[in-house]
């Protein structure tokens, strides 16, 4: 490969494999998909967008937005042409939304609806390009535009990606606990090689099926979704919502998904939920199914009378890499999963967190800044 890079690794899949589908998102309950390349197609086209509005080398395309194909697209784009895609997730406190908003200053951003388009709109500077992924209407302006928009405006020019292996990709930004900013950057080298090493680790391959429902502002996205889906090609499933996360888990039977611990104990919550009283028949019929050491007649009238509709009770009849990020499970939970056949591997590096110089201008409730919520995590 000619360059180790995220938009690199995007062009030899859309060459090796381009009828693959490389994309799969839920809108108004109807999945849709996306081919390798296709998916290239779309992302030239918003490189071509991106660089009629001025985005160029060195440049941040702020994304203000839960996970959803236009951000990742738009990310790659802006990759594309040499610049990193700083993603902040909207659920955080909308003062601490502000303060970050406004120590970046950003020139360029995607935000996700009205909300977060007011938000982009009163801390961004004054000459600020918007784009948006809900229609709004009354929102057409020079500087405010729809994604179908922008990309129907766009044409799909044929120019060479800009970036290059030690350039930034992402860049996360947070508040510590005395209101300063942090940021850590995440090179592309660094995130092929972390992405290939998961793959090799696990024995990813082309037919995996990743559910992206985590919060895009994360490292823990970005190495152990991110960067494996583009190192080897599998298919990435985006949810309709992150409401509707179960739902469509288990309608689609992922292979591969990968959550924190509360993600973890929040789906351990769902199968206790559906688990019978221990004293009832039923409840001594599971306890007697779901024993380690069984025979192998037990074990098999456990997995098919009840391992089996437990497991597609969280969608994961199919589950075969579940990762665990961050925190490691209590033994219990652990435990638990395993009497499913359900084996959580974890996953998780050092983060390299760099406070800046400048302090935020507004400030803060101290109660709104502690180390443990600064990022709030969906599970």
């Known amino acids: 490969?000619?360059?180790?890079?995220?938009?690199?690794?995007?062009?030899?899949?859309?060459?090796?494999?381009?009828?693959?589908?490389?994309l799969r998102h839920k809108q108004q309950s109807v999945w849709h998909e996306q081919s390798w390349k296709a998916l290239q197609t779309e992302?030239?086209?918003l490189v071509d967008a991106l660089a009629g509005l001025g985005f160029g080398v060195g440049d941040t395309l702020v994304l203000l937005t839960h996970p959803r194909r236009e951000a990742l697209l738009l990310s790659l784009a802006a990759q594309w042409l040499g610049g990193v895609a700083a993603p902040i997730d909207p659920s955080l406190e909308s003062e601490t939304l502000s303060l970050l908003l406004d120590h970046l200053k950003p020139g360029f951003v995607f935000a996700e609806a009205q909300q977060q388009v007011a938000q982009a709109q009163a801390n961004s500077r004054a000459d600020a390009q918007i784009i948006h992924a809900e229609p709004l209407p009354g929102h057409a302006s020079a500087r405010v535009q729809h994604y179908q928009r922008l990309l129907d405006q766009a044409r799909p020019a044929s120019r060479a990606p800009l970036a290059e292996a030690e350039h930034s990709a992402f860049a996360l930004y947070r508040l510590n606990g005395l209101r300063q900013v942090q940021v850590e950057h995440f090179r592309h080298e660094e995130l092929v090689k972390e992405g290939r090493q998961l793959v090799?680790?696990?024995?990813?391959?082309?037919?995996?099926?990743?559910?992206?429902?985590?919060?895009?502002?994360?490292?823990?996205?970005?190495?152990?979704?991110?960067?494996?889906?583009?190192?080897?090609?599998?298919?990435?499933?985006?949810?309709?919502?992150?409401?509707?996360?179960?739902?469509?888990?288990?309608?689609?039977?992922?292979?591969?998904?990968?959550g924190t611990r509360d993600t973890y104990e929040r789906l351990e919550g769902l199968i206790r939920a559906q688990l019978p009283l221990p004293d009832s028949l039923a409840g001594r019929l599971v306890t007697y199914a779901l024993r380690p050491d069984g025979t192998v007649l037990q074990r098999?009238?456990?997995?098919?009378?009840?391992?089996?509709?437990?497991?597609?009770?969280?969608?994961?009849?199919?589950?075969?890499?579940?990762l665990l990020i961050g925190p490691a499970l209590p033994q219990e939970s652990l435990q638990f999963f395993r009497s499913l056949d359900i084996h959580i591997h974890t996953w998780d590096k050092v983060a390299n967190w760099r406070t800046l110089a400048t302090m935020t201008y507004k400030q803060?409730?101290?109660?709104?800044?502690?180390?443990?919520?600064?990022?709030?995590?969906a599970s």
């Not at 599998?234 to 888990?249: A, G, H, V």
């Open 200 to 258: 090799f680790t696990e024995r990813l391959g082309r037919h995996e099926q990743a559910l992206a429902a985590r919060v895009f502002a994360t490292s823990g996205y970005l190495r152990y979704v991110l960067a494996p889906w583009l190192t080897a090609g599998f298919t990435l499933n985006f949810p309709q919502s992150i409401d509707t996360r179960d739902d469509d888990r288990r309608e689609l039977k992922p292979t591969l998904v990968a």
């Open 1 to 22: 490969m000619a360059s180790n890079t995220l938009p690199h690794w995007l062009i030899h899949h859309a060459e090796t494999q381009a009828r693959r589908i490389a």
């Open 300 to 322: 098999f009238l456990g997995y098919w009378l009840v391992k089996r509709r437990l497991r597609n009770v969280i969608g994961f009849s199919h589950i075969r890499v579940p």
């Open 43 to 45: 992302i030239v086209k």
């Open 364 to 377: 803060v409730p101290a109660t709104a800044a502690t180390p443990d919520s600064e990022i709030k995590r």
